[in-house]
């Protein structure tokens, strides 16, 4: 396999299948299809990250059959090789707010499961000021710090438009306490990014789960709570996928579940406005067509309004999607 030339074929591609930090391409060879992934460049990091995807993946290999192998990996230029596996996406199957085939609800189940009884040991080493283990606290606060950074990073237009949007200071100050209260959990491998762009239906009957860039080793009840949010579930598989995770998951780690997924609903949540006010603002400044304008300030209206409820006593109002598109126009000529 020249890995090279693969290289060269998939970037020169017009059609891609593109996540916020990657592209991935399908590519013929001679012994079948494979999947070429190309870091994208100049996407702002708006996730933690803790390994290199590729030496996660060969650490993982023979613990997790449900992901892609990997086949080659290059760091100049940065890509990888994945297998290819053929099947529909998940969200191609079933998209959101459509309750989801029974394989793939077992699939997520066991999926889950197989995570959560990976021990430390098979795992890349982790960064000298991660977390230790157990701390659900420390791990609660690495996510809300960097979501405060996200707030302040950005160039004075984007402040304005937090501004305009009354997104906080600190997004996060009244999520602190609950933080603090958290119970002692001890940490899991997290995929950190289960949605329905992430899973493939394979034509073998088995659900594969693709794009491990975010996987992190902390609160296992952050998992759960961060694939809740993203999968637009029904009421009743919401339900049947938490009691699925109950029952996949060891006694140890449902300690504290039930206020666990609470908070980490709650940040996911503010996460959301303030990382979307951010991605929605530049798609609706970007738009020429007025609907789809104003489809993007409704999805940015919603997602203001459920972080406000974890904001504080005394949050303004958010603006309506009229008053978002006015905003936006300001604040991102």
Same mark, same amino acid.
């Given at each position: 396999?020249?890995?090279?030339?693969?290289?060269?074929e998939a970037?020169?591609r017009?059609?891609?299948?593109s996540?916020?930090?990657?592209?991935?391409?399908r590519v013929?060879?001679g012994c079948?299809p494979?999947l070429?992934?190309i870091?994208? &460049?100049?996407?702002?990091?708006?996730d933690?990250?803790?390994?290199?995807?590729?030496?996660?993946l060969e650490?993982?290999?023979?613990?997790?059959?449900?992901?892609?192998?990997?086949?080659?990996?290059?760091r100049?230029?940065?890509?990888q090789?994945?297998?290819?596996?053929?099947g #529909?996406r998940?969200d191609?199957?079933?998209?959101d707010?459509?309750?989801? #085939?029974d394989t793939?609800? =077992?699939g997520?189940e066991?999926?889950?499961?197989?995570?959560?009884r990976i021990? !430390?040991?098979?795992l890349?080493?982790?960064?000298?000021?991660?977390?230790?283990?157990?701390?659900?606290?420390?791990f609660?606060?690495?996510?809300m710090?960097?979501v405060?950074?996200?707030?302040?990073?950005?160039?004075?237009?984007?402040?304005? /438009?937090?501004?305009a949007?009354a997104v906080?200071e600190?997004p996060?100050g009244?999520?602190?306490?609950?933080?603090r209260? /958290?119970a002692?959990?001890?940490f899991?491998l997290?995929?950190?990014?289960?949605?329905? =762009?992430n899973?493939i239906?394979?034509d073998?009957?088995?659900v594969?789960?693709?794009d @491990?860039?975010?996987? *992190? @080793?902390?609160?296992?009840v952050y998992?759960?709570?961060?694939h809740?949010? =993203?999968m637009?579930?029904? #009421?009743?598989q919401?339900?049947?996928?938490t009691?699925g @995770?109950d $029952?996949?998951a060891?006694?140890e780690?449902r300690?504290?579940? +039930?206020?666990?997924l609470?908070f980490?609903?709650a940040?996911?949540?503010? =996460?959301? !406005?303030?990382?979307?006010?951010?991605?929605w603002?530049r798609?609706?400044?970007g738009?020429d067509?007025a609907?789809?304008r104003?489809r993007?300030?409704?999805e940015l209206?919603?997602k *203001?309004?459920?972080?406000?409820?974890?904001?504080?006593a005394? &949050?303004?109002?958010v #603006?309506?999607? $009229?008053?978002?598109e006015?905003?936006?126009?300001?604040c991102? +000529?």
């Amino acid at each position: 396999m020249d890995a090279i030339a693969l290289y060269e074929e998939a970037g020169a591609r017009e059609t891609v299948l593109s996540g916020f930090y990657n592209r991935n391409v399908r590519v013929e060879t001679g012994c079948g299809p494979v999947l070429v992934r190309i870091r994208g &460049s100049g996407s702002e990091h708006m996730d933690l990250t803790l390994w290199p995807e590729a030496e996660l993946l060969e650490a993982i290999e023979r613990h997790v059959p449900s992901a892609p192998r990997l086949l080659h990996a290059s760091r100049d230029p940065e890509f990888q090789i994945h297998e290819y596996i053929p099947g #529909p996406r998940v969200d191609e199957v079933a998209p959101d707010g459509e309750p989801l #085939p029974d394989t793939v609800l =077992k699939g997520i189940e066991g999926f889950f499961g197989t995570l959560l009884r990976i021990p !430390a040991s098979a795992l890349p080493p982790m960064a000298g000021d991660w977390p230790a283990d157990g701390d659900t606290a420390g791990f609660a606060e690495l996510l809300m710090g960097l979501v405060r950074t996200i707030r302040h990073r950005g160039d004075e237009a984007t402040g304005r /438009l937090y501004e305009a949007l009354a997104v906080p200071e600190d997004p996060c100050g009244a999520l602190g306490d609950r933080a603090r209260r /958290l119970a002692e959990r001890p940490f899991r491998l997290l995929h950190a990014d289960i949605h329905r =762009k992430n899973m493939i239906l394979a034509d073998d009957g088995h659900v594969a789960f693709l794009d @491990w860039e975010l996987a *992190l @080793w902390g609160d296992p009840v952050y998992d759960l709570a961060d694939h809740l949010h =993203k999968m637009s579930y029904t #009421p009743a598989q919401r339900q049947a996928v938490t009691e699925g @995770w109950d $029952r996949s998951a060891p006694d140890e780690c449902r300690t504290g579940r +039930r206020a666990g997924l609470d908070f980490y609903l709650a940040f996911e949540a503010v =996460k959301s !406005a303030v990382v979307d006010t951010v991605r929605w603002g530049r798609r609706i400044a970007g738009a020429d067509d007025a609907v789809e304008r104003e489809r993007l300030c409704l999805e940015l209206a919603g997602k *203001l309004a459920a972080a406000r409820r974890h904001w504080g006593a005394g &949050s303004p109002p958010v #603006p309506g999607p $009229r008053e978002i598109e006015a905003a936006v126009r300001r604040c991102l +000529r």
